[in-house]
């Protein structure tokens, strides 16, 4: 969920280590059956396998049929063939097949969950060793919609451990529980995080979409560097409950698609109010139906307002792309309106946000361990964590938990530091940030490149994290959507909107827009 690009060493970056850890494995088309710890070896590649679009589901022009499940457990395992994606830590321990009966307005579509998404089947671990048992019988709200409007709930995605949060080394899609995901372009590059599984799954056609969760790029950096479509929603428009957090002012749920269509598909099913959500109170009076919003004309005649400032920390080829990009718009009939000076609080947000996350997540993870079941989870704080992977050689063989601990150190939410760093950053990337560049250039959208081709997973070369797009609408809690843009040294590159908040309907319509002028996402090559 966390992706901070800025810290002195990306903590998503892979450090090219290969150990697995324990990988809980299906061995029936319609039921988990088997859990295994596997070696994670290298093989040779990935297959490509194109899945069919949630809009043609919707649309009743195809169907997925329950043997589904073991097919994308073929694939991901790499049995056809390649090195295994390992992108999927469960499977559903059953499929209620009901094309055509439900009514729904997803019916038969499956979906995969990031696995820190509680669902009342499958346990919910976030990757970590100490919430392996973790399974109360409960369906996060978003979940619960899913299933109302017919879908089903295939499985459970691996995802970067505790959503990169743990330690400024971490590894991107790498947990103890489900081991090393790998882009599918090239093993040996990093899926980014932390909803690695989720992007990964979508790319190789495991399913049409799959739910991520974002606290700072951690659902449009896999979608960017897979080459598919990754949409983190305003802040307060999809529910958190149940979802294992980091930051209540930061964290959202949202959806990885091969197409804009199809996230506005699952958007307008997830979004609305929750209750027990508080973040989330005007939702349902905010939310619309997004597919029918989209419109493939809404370039034409809109001014897009170029981050340009942004553009020196990607590599040359990403700004190529993004020059080209650029004259893709233009070609749609957008005015493309430079923005060369950066917002004044631009380069201190970082440390702001830092001590936000911190003290949050010191708070927001102790009440979700306290609402889990005591007999499953026994770590029952962030301390009680701190002192599991302390003594799991497994958490601790490839990086550590300062974050943790720096987290642990904190003294709460009415810490004046915390309380001063929440309200400077938020008005800093809102406010005086989004909102500025907006008004003062009179335009519609945002975009930068997302972030430059994935890094590579060796830890000794000097290829690393290149420019990244997703501060400023994490913080303020505004929409940020990737498109696939084309490709930087054969990688996937994505092309960010940006909007105000609430703003959700619109920067999906502007994605859709340039999506189907250029068509540009790529396929997993097959190798």
């Known amino acids: 969920m966390a992706h901070l690009p800025r810290l002195p060493r990306p903590h998503h970056r892979h450090t090219g280590a290969r150990q697995g850890g324990l990988i809980l494995a299906a061995v029936s088309a319609l039921a988990l059956t088997a859990c295994a710890t596997v ?12 899945a069919v679009s949630a809009a043609r589901i919707v649309d009743g022009m195809a169907i997925y049929g329950p043997g589904h499940a073991s ?21 559903a321990p059953s499929l209620h097949w009901s094309k055509g009966e439900g009514g729904g307005y997803l019916d038969g579509l499956p979906v995969l969950l990031k696995d820190n998404i509680e669902t009342r089947d499958m346990p919910t671990t976030a990757g970590s060793l100490a919430l392996t048992a973790n399974a109360p019988g409960r369906d996060a709200p978003l979940v ?35 081991g090393q995901t790998r882009n599918p372009y090239d093993p040996a590059r990093t899926p980014c995080g932390s909803s690695s599984g989720s992007g990964v799954a979508v790319a190789i056609g495991l399913a049409p979409v799959a739910i991520g969760t974002e606290t700072d790029g951690s659902i449009v950096c896999p979608a960017s560097v897979n080459g598919v479509v990754g949409f983190k929603p305003t802040v307060g428009l999809v529910s958190r409950t149940h979802i294992v957090p980091i930051s209540h002012s930061q964290d959202t749920a949202g959806p990885i698609a091969r197409t804009v269509e199809d996230a506005a598909i699952v958007l307008s099913v997830i979004a609305g109010s929750d209750p027990a959500d508080p973040a989330t109170v005007e939702a349902d009076t905010r939310k619309v139906d997004y597919r029918a919003a989209l419109d493939a004309g809404s370039l034409s005649g809109a001014r897009i307002g170029v981050m340009r400032f942004l553009l020196p920390s990607y590599s040359a080829e990403t700004r190529d792309e993004f020059e080209r990009a ?49 007999a499953q989870v026994k770590t029952r704080t962030l301390a009680d964590v701190i002192a599991f992977n302390a003594a799991e050689p497994r958490e601790t063989v490839l990086f550590g938990q300062d974050l943790f601990e720096r987290a642990q150190a904190t003294v709460g939410l009415t810490d004046p530091a915390y309380v001063e760093a929440r309200a400077k950053s938020l008005q800093a990337a809102g406010p005086d940030g989004i909102d500025r560049m907006m008004a003062e250039h009179g335009v519609v959208a945002l975009i930068a490149p997302t972030t430059s081709r994935a890094w590579t997973n060796n830890p000794k070369d000097r ?33 960010s909107f940006i909007g105000g908040k609430w703003q959700d309907a619109r920067i999906l319509s502007l994605g859709h827009a340039y999506e189907q002028a250029t068509r540009e996402r790529p396929a997993p090559p097959s190798r």
């Open 39 to 50: 070696k994670q070896e290298p093989a040779a590649a990935t297959a490509g396998y194109e």
């Open 71 to 91: 097919w994308a457990l073929e694939v991901d395992r790499g049995v056809r063939g390649g090195v295994a994606p390992n992108a999927l830590v469960t499977l």
């Open 144 to 178: 619960a919609r899913l299933r109302d409007a017919g879908a089903i709930i295939l499985g459970k995605t691996n995802l970067s451990e505790w959503a990169n949060i743990r330690s400024s080394d971490s590894i991107s899609g790498w947990s103890a529980v489900g």
């Open 326 to 374: 650029l004259t893709a718009l233009r070609a749609a009939g957008a005015e493309v309106v430079e923005i060369e000076q950066a917002p004044s609080d631009l380069r201190v947000i970082g440390g702001w946000e830092m001590t936000v996350l911190m003290t949050e997540l010191k708070h927001d993870l102790n009440a979700y361990l306290a609402s889990t079941d005591p």
């Open 463 to 495: 290829d690393e994290m290149q420019g990244s797009a997703s501060r400023l609408a994490a913080v303020a809690g505004y929409p940020h959507l990737t498109v696939p843009m084309g490709f930087d040294r054969g990688m996937p590159v994505g092309l």
